[in-house]
């Protein structure tokens, strides 16, 4: 039995249905369980991957490689200085190459015009670690989260606060994701930082079928007020000018999570969410740096919040293992993946996700 998404790329949610997102996160759910268990298939045996990083991470390399190696594949690690990607080989000419050598190809980096590139001449399938405008692995991690943290209840009651610079990466995939999961979303940034017109009109489009609320405000009381989860992400992103800062803080000081923010939810079960790293204190070279400069000490989210129980960030963190091994093993597996998780006693929908997956 042929897998649903195999030899499929991964690089942007909106190239997938709703119902092949869930598939995506109920895998990772079973997979999860599976590999708590001690009792995970290995479907990936003898598979090459290479992780082509443009820029660093420490969540998404651990994810891909802990996650193939569970699996059975091995990764070739590529760095910034370890090729002659876009200096002496073109894109194009990079993808031919490493299709000759690997399996699938992992790629984080700056422009999505350049994943989409690899893709192109790609034979085998790419997966988007992060683009300046997309991320897409992130974002399964984070609805696999919220499914863990709703109580049953159904994607289409949970609602989700992103605060901060909503142009880039996680602005747009927690929007367009959330659409077409049913999930409530509310876009919470001063005007120029703004998600772009073209992607709220397509996630518009997308809610108007899954029946979620999509909203972009300025007003932080208005966008927290009976939200599930509060995210936010840093104020300058990996690429930008250091004078960048400056402005930034200037305008999202008044956006920071605290417990105040989380109090306006009206939730006590309000969670918070990151995808990290975070700057929640001066502990940090950067964090000490921007004190040091402009007189606070801490960014995007306090310690108040980050080191309370509401912070269910580690968890996920933790979520990008299973969702990244989903991908993977979703448009890459050979073996029916069913059959496999079924001989192990895996059959059954991750019983944590069941509820909201099923009613969503």
């Not at 190239?15 to 997979?31: M, V």
């Not at 992060?130 to 984070?142: G, I, K, M, V």
């Not at 049953?152 to 077409?180: H, Q």
């Amino acid at each position: 039995m042929a897998n649903r998404l195999y030899k499929r790329h991964f690089l942007k949610e909106a190239d997938f249905k709703t119902e092949e997102l869930l598939y995506l996160i109920d895998l990772a759910a079973r997979l999860k369980q599976a590999r708590k268990a001690r009792r995970e298939p290995q479907l990936l045996r003898g598979r090459n991957i290479a992780l082509l990083f443009e820029k660093d991470s420490t969540r998404t390399r651990c994810a891909f490689e802990v996650g193939a190696r569970d699996q059975g594949a091995h990764c070739t690690y590529i760095g910034p200085s370890g090729s002659q990607m876009g200096r002496k080989e073109s894109m194009a000419d990079t993808a031919r190459v490493l299709s000759g050598f690997f399996d699938g190809i992992e790629y984080r980096g700056f422009g999505q015009t350049i994943i989409e590139t690899l893709a192109h001449y790609a034979s085998v399938p790419v997966w988007n670690g992060l683009t300046s405008e997309w991320h897409p692995t992130q974002f399964l991690a984070d609805a696999l989260t919220m499914c863990e943290c709703a109580g049953g209840r159904p994607l289409n009651e949970i609602t989700l606060a992103y605060l901060g610079d909503a142009r880039f990466n996680m602005g747009n995939s927690l929007m367009v994701g959330c659409a077409k999961l049913g999930i409530n979303f509310r876009s919470v940034a001063p005007k120029p930082l703004w998600t772009s017109d073209a992607v709220f009109q397509m996630a518009q489009g997308y809610a108007g079928k899954s029946g979620a609320s999509v909203v972009r405000t300025e007003s932080v009381e208005e966008g927290v007020r009976g939200c599930d989860f509060l995210y936010t992400d840093v104020w300058v992103s990996m690429g930008e000018p250091d004078e960048a800062w400056k402005e930034r803080i200037a305008m999202l000081e008044p956006y920071r999570v605290t417990g105040k923010v989380m109090d306006m939810t009206g939730k006590s079960g309000c969670r918070f969410l990151h995808c990290l790293p975070a700057f929640h204190n001066r502990k940090t070279a950067i964090g000490e740096q921007i004190c040091q400069k402009y007189g606070i000490d801490c960014m995007e989210v306090n310690d108040e919040v980050f080191e309370s129980p509401r912070n269910v960030a580690f968890l996920e963190a933790e979520n990008r293992l299973h969702t990244i091994k989903a991908v993977m093993v979703a448009t890459l597996a050979e073996e029916s993946i069913e059959d496999a998780l079924a001989r192990n006693g895996f059959a059954d929908r991750g019983q944590q996700v069941l509820g909201v997956l099923d009613r969503g």
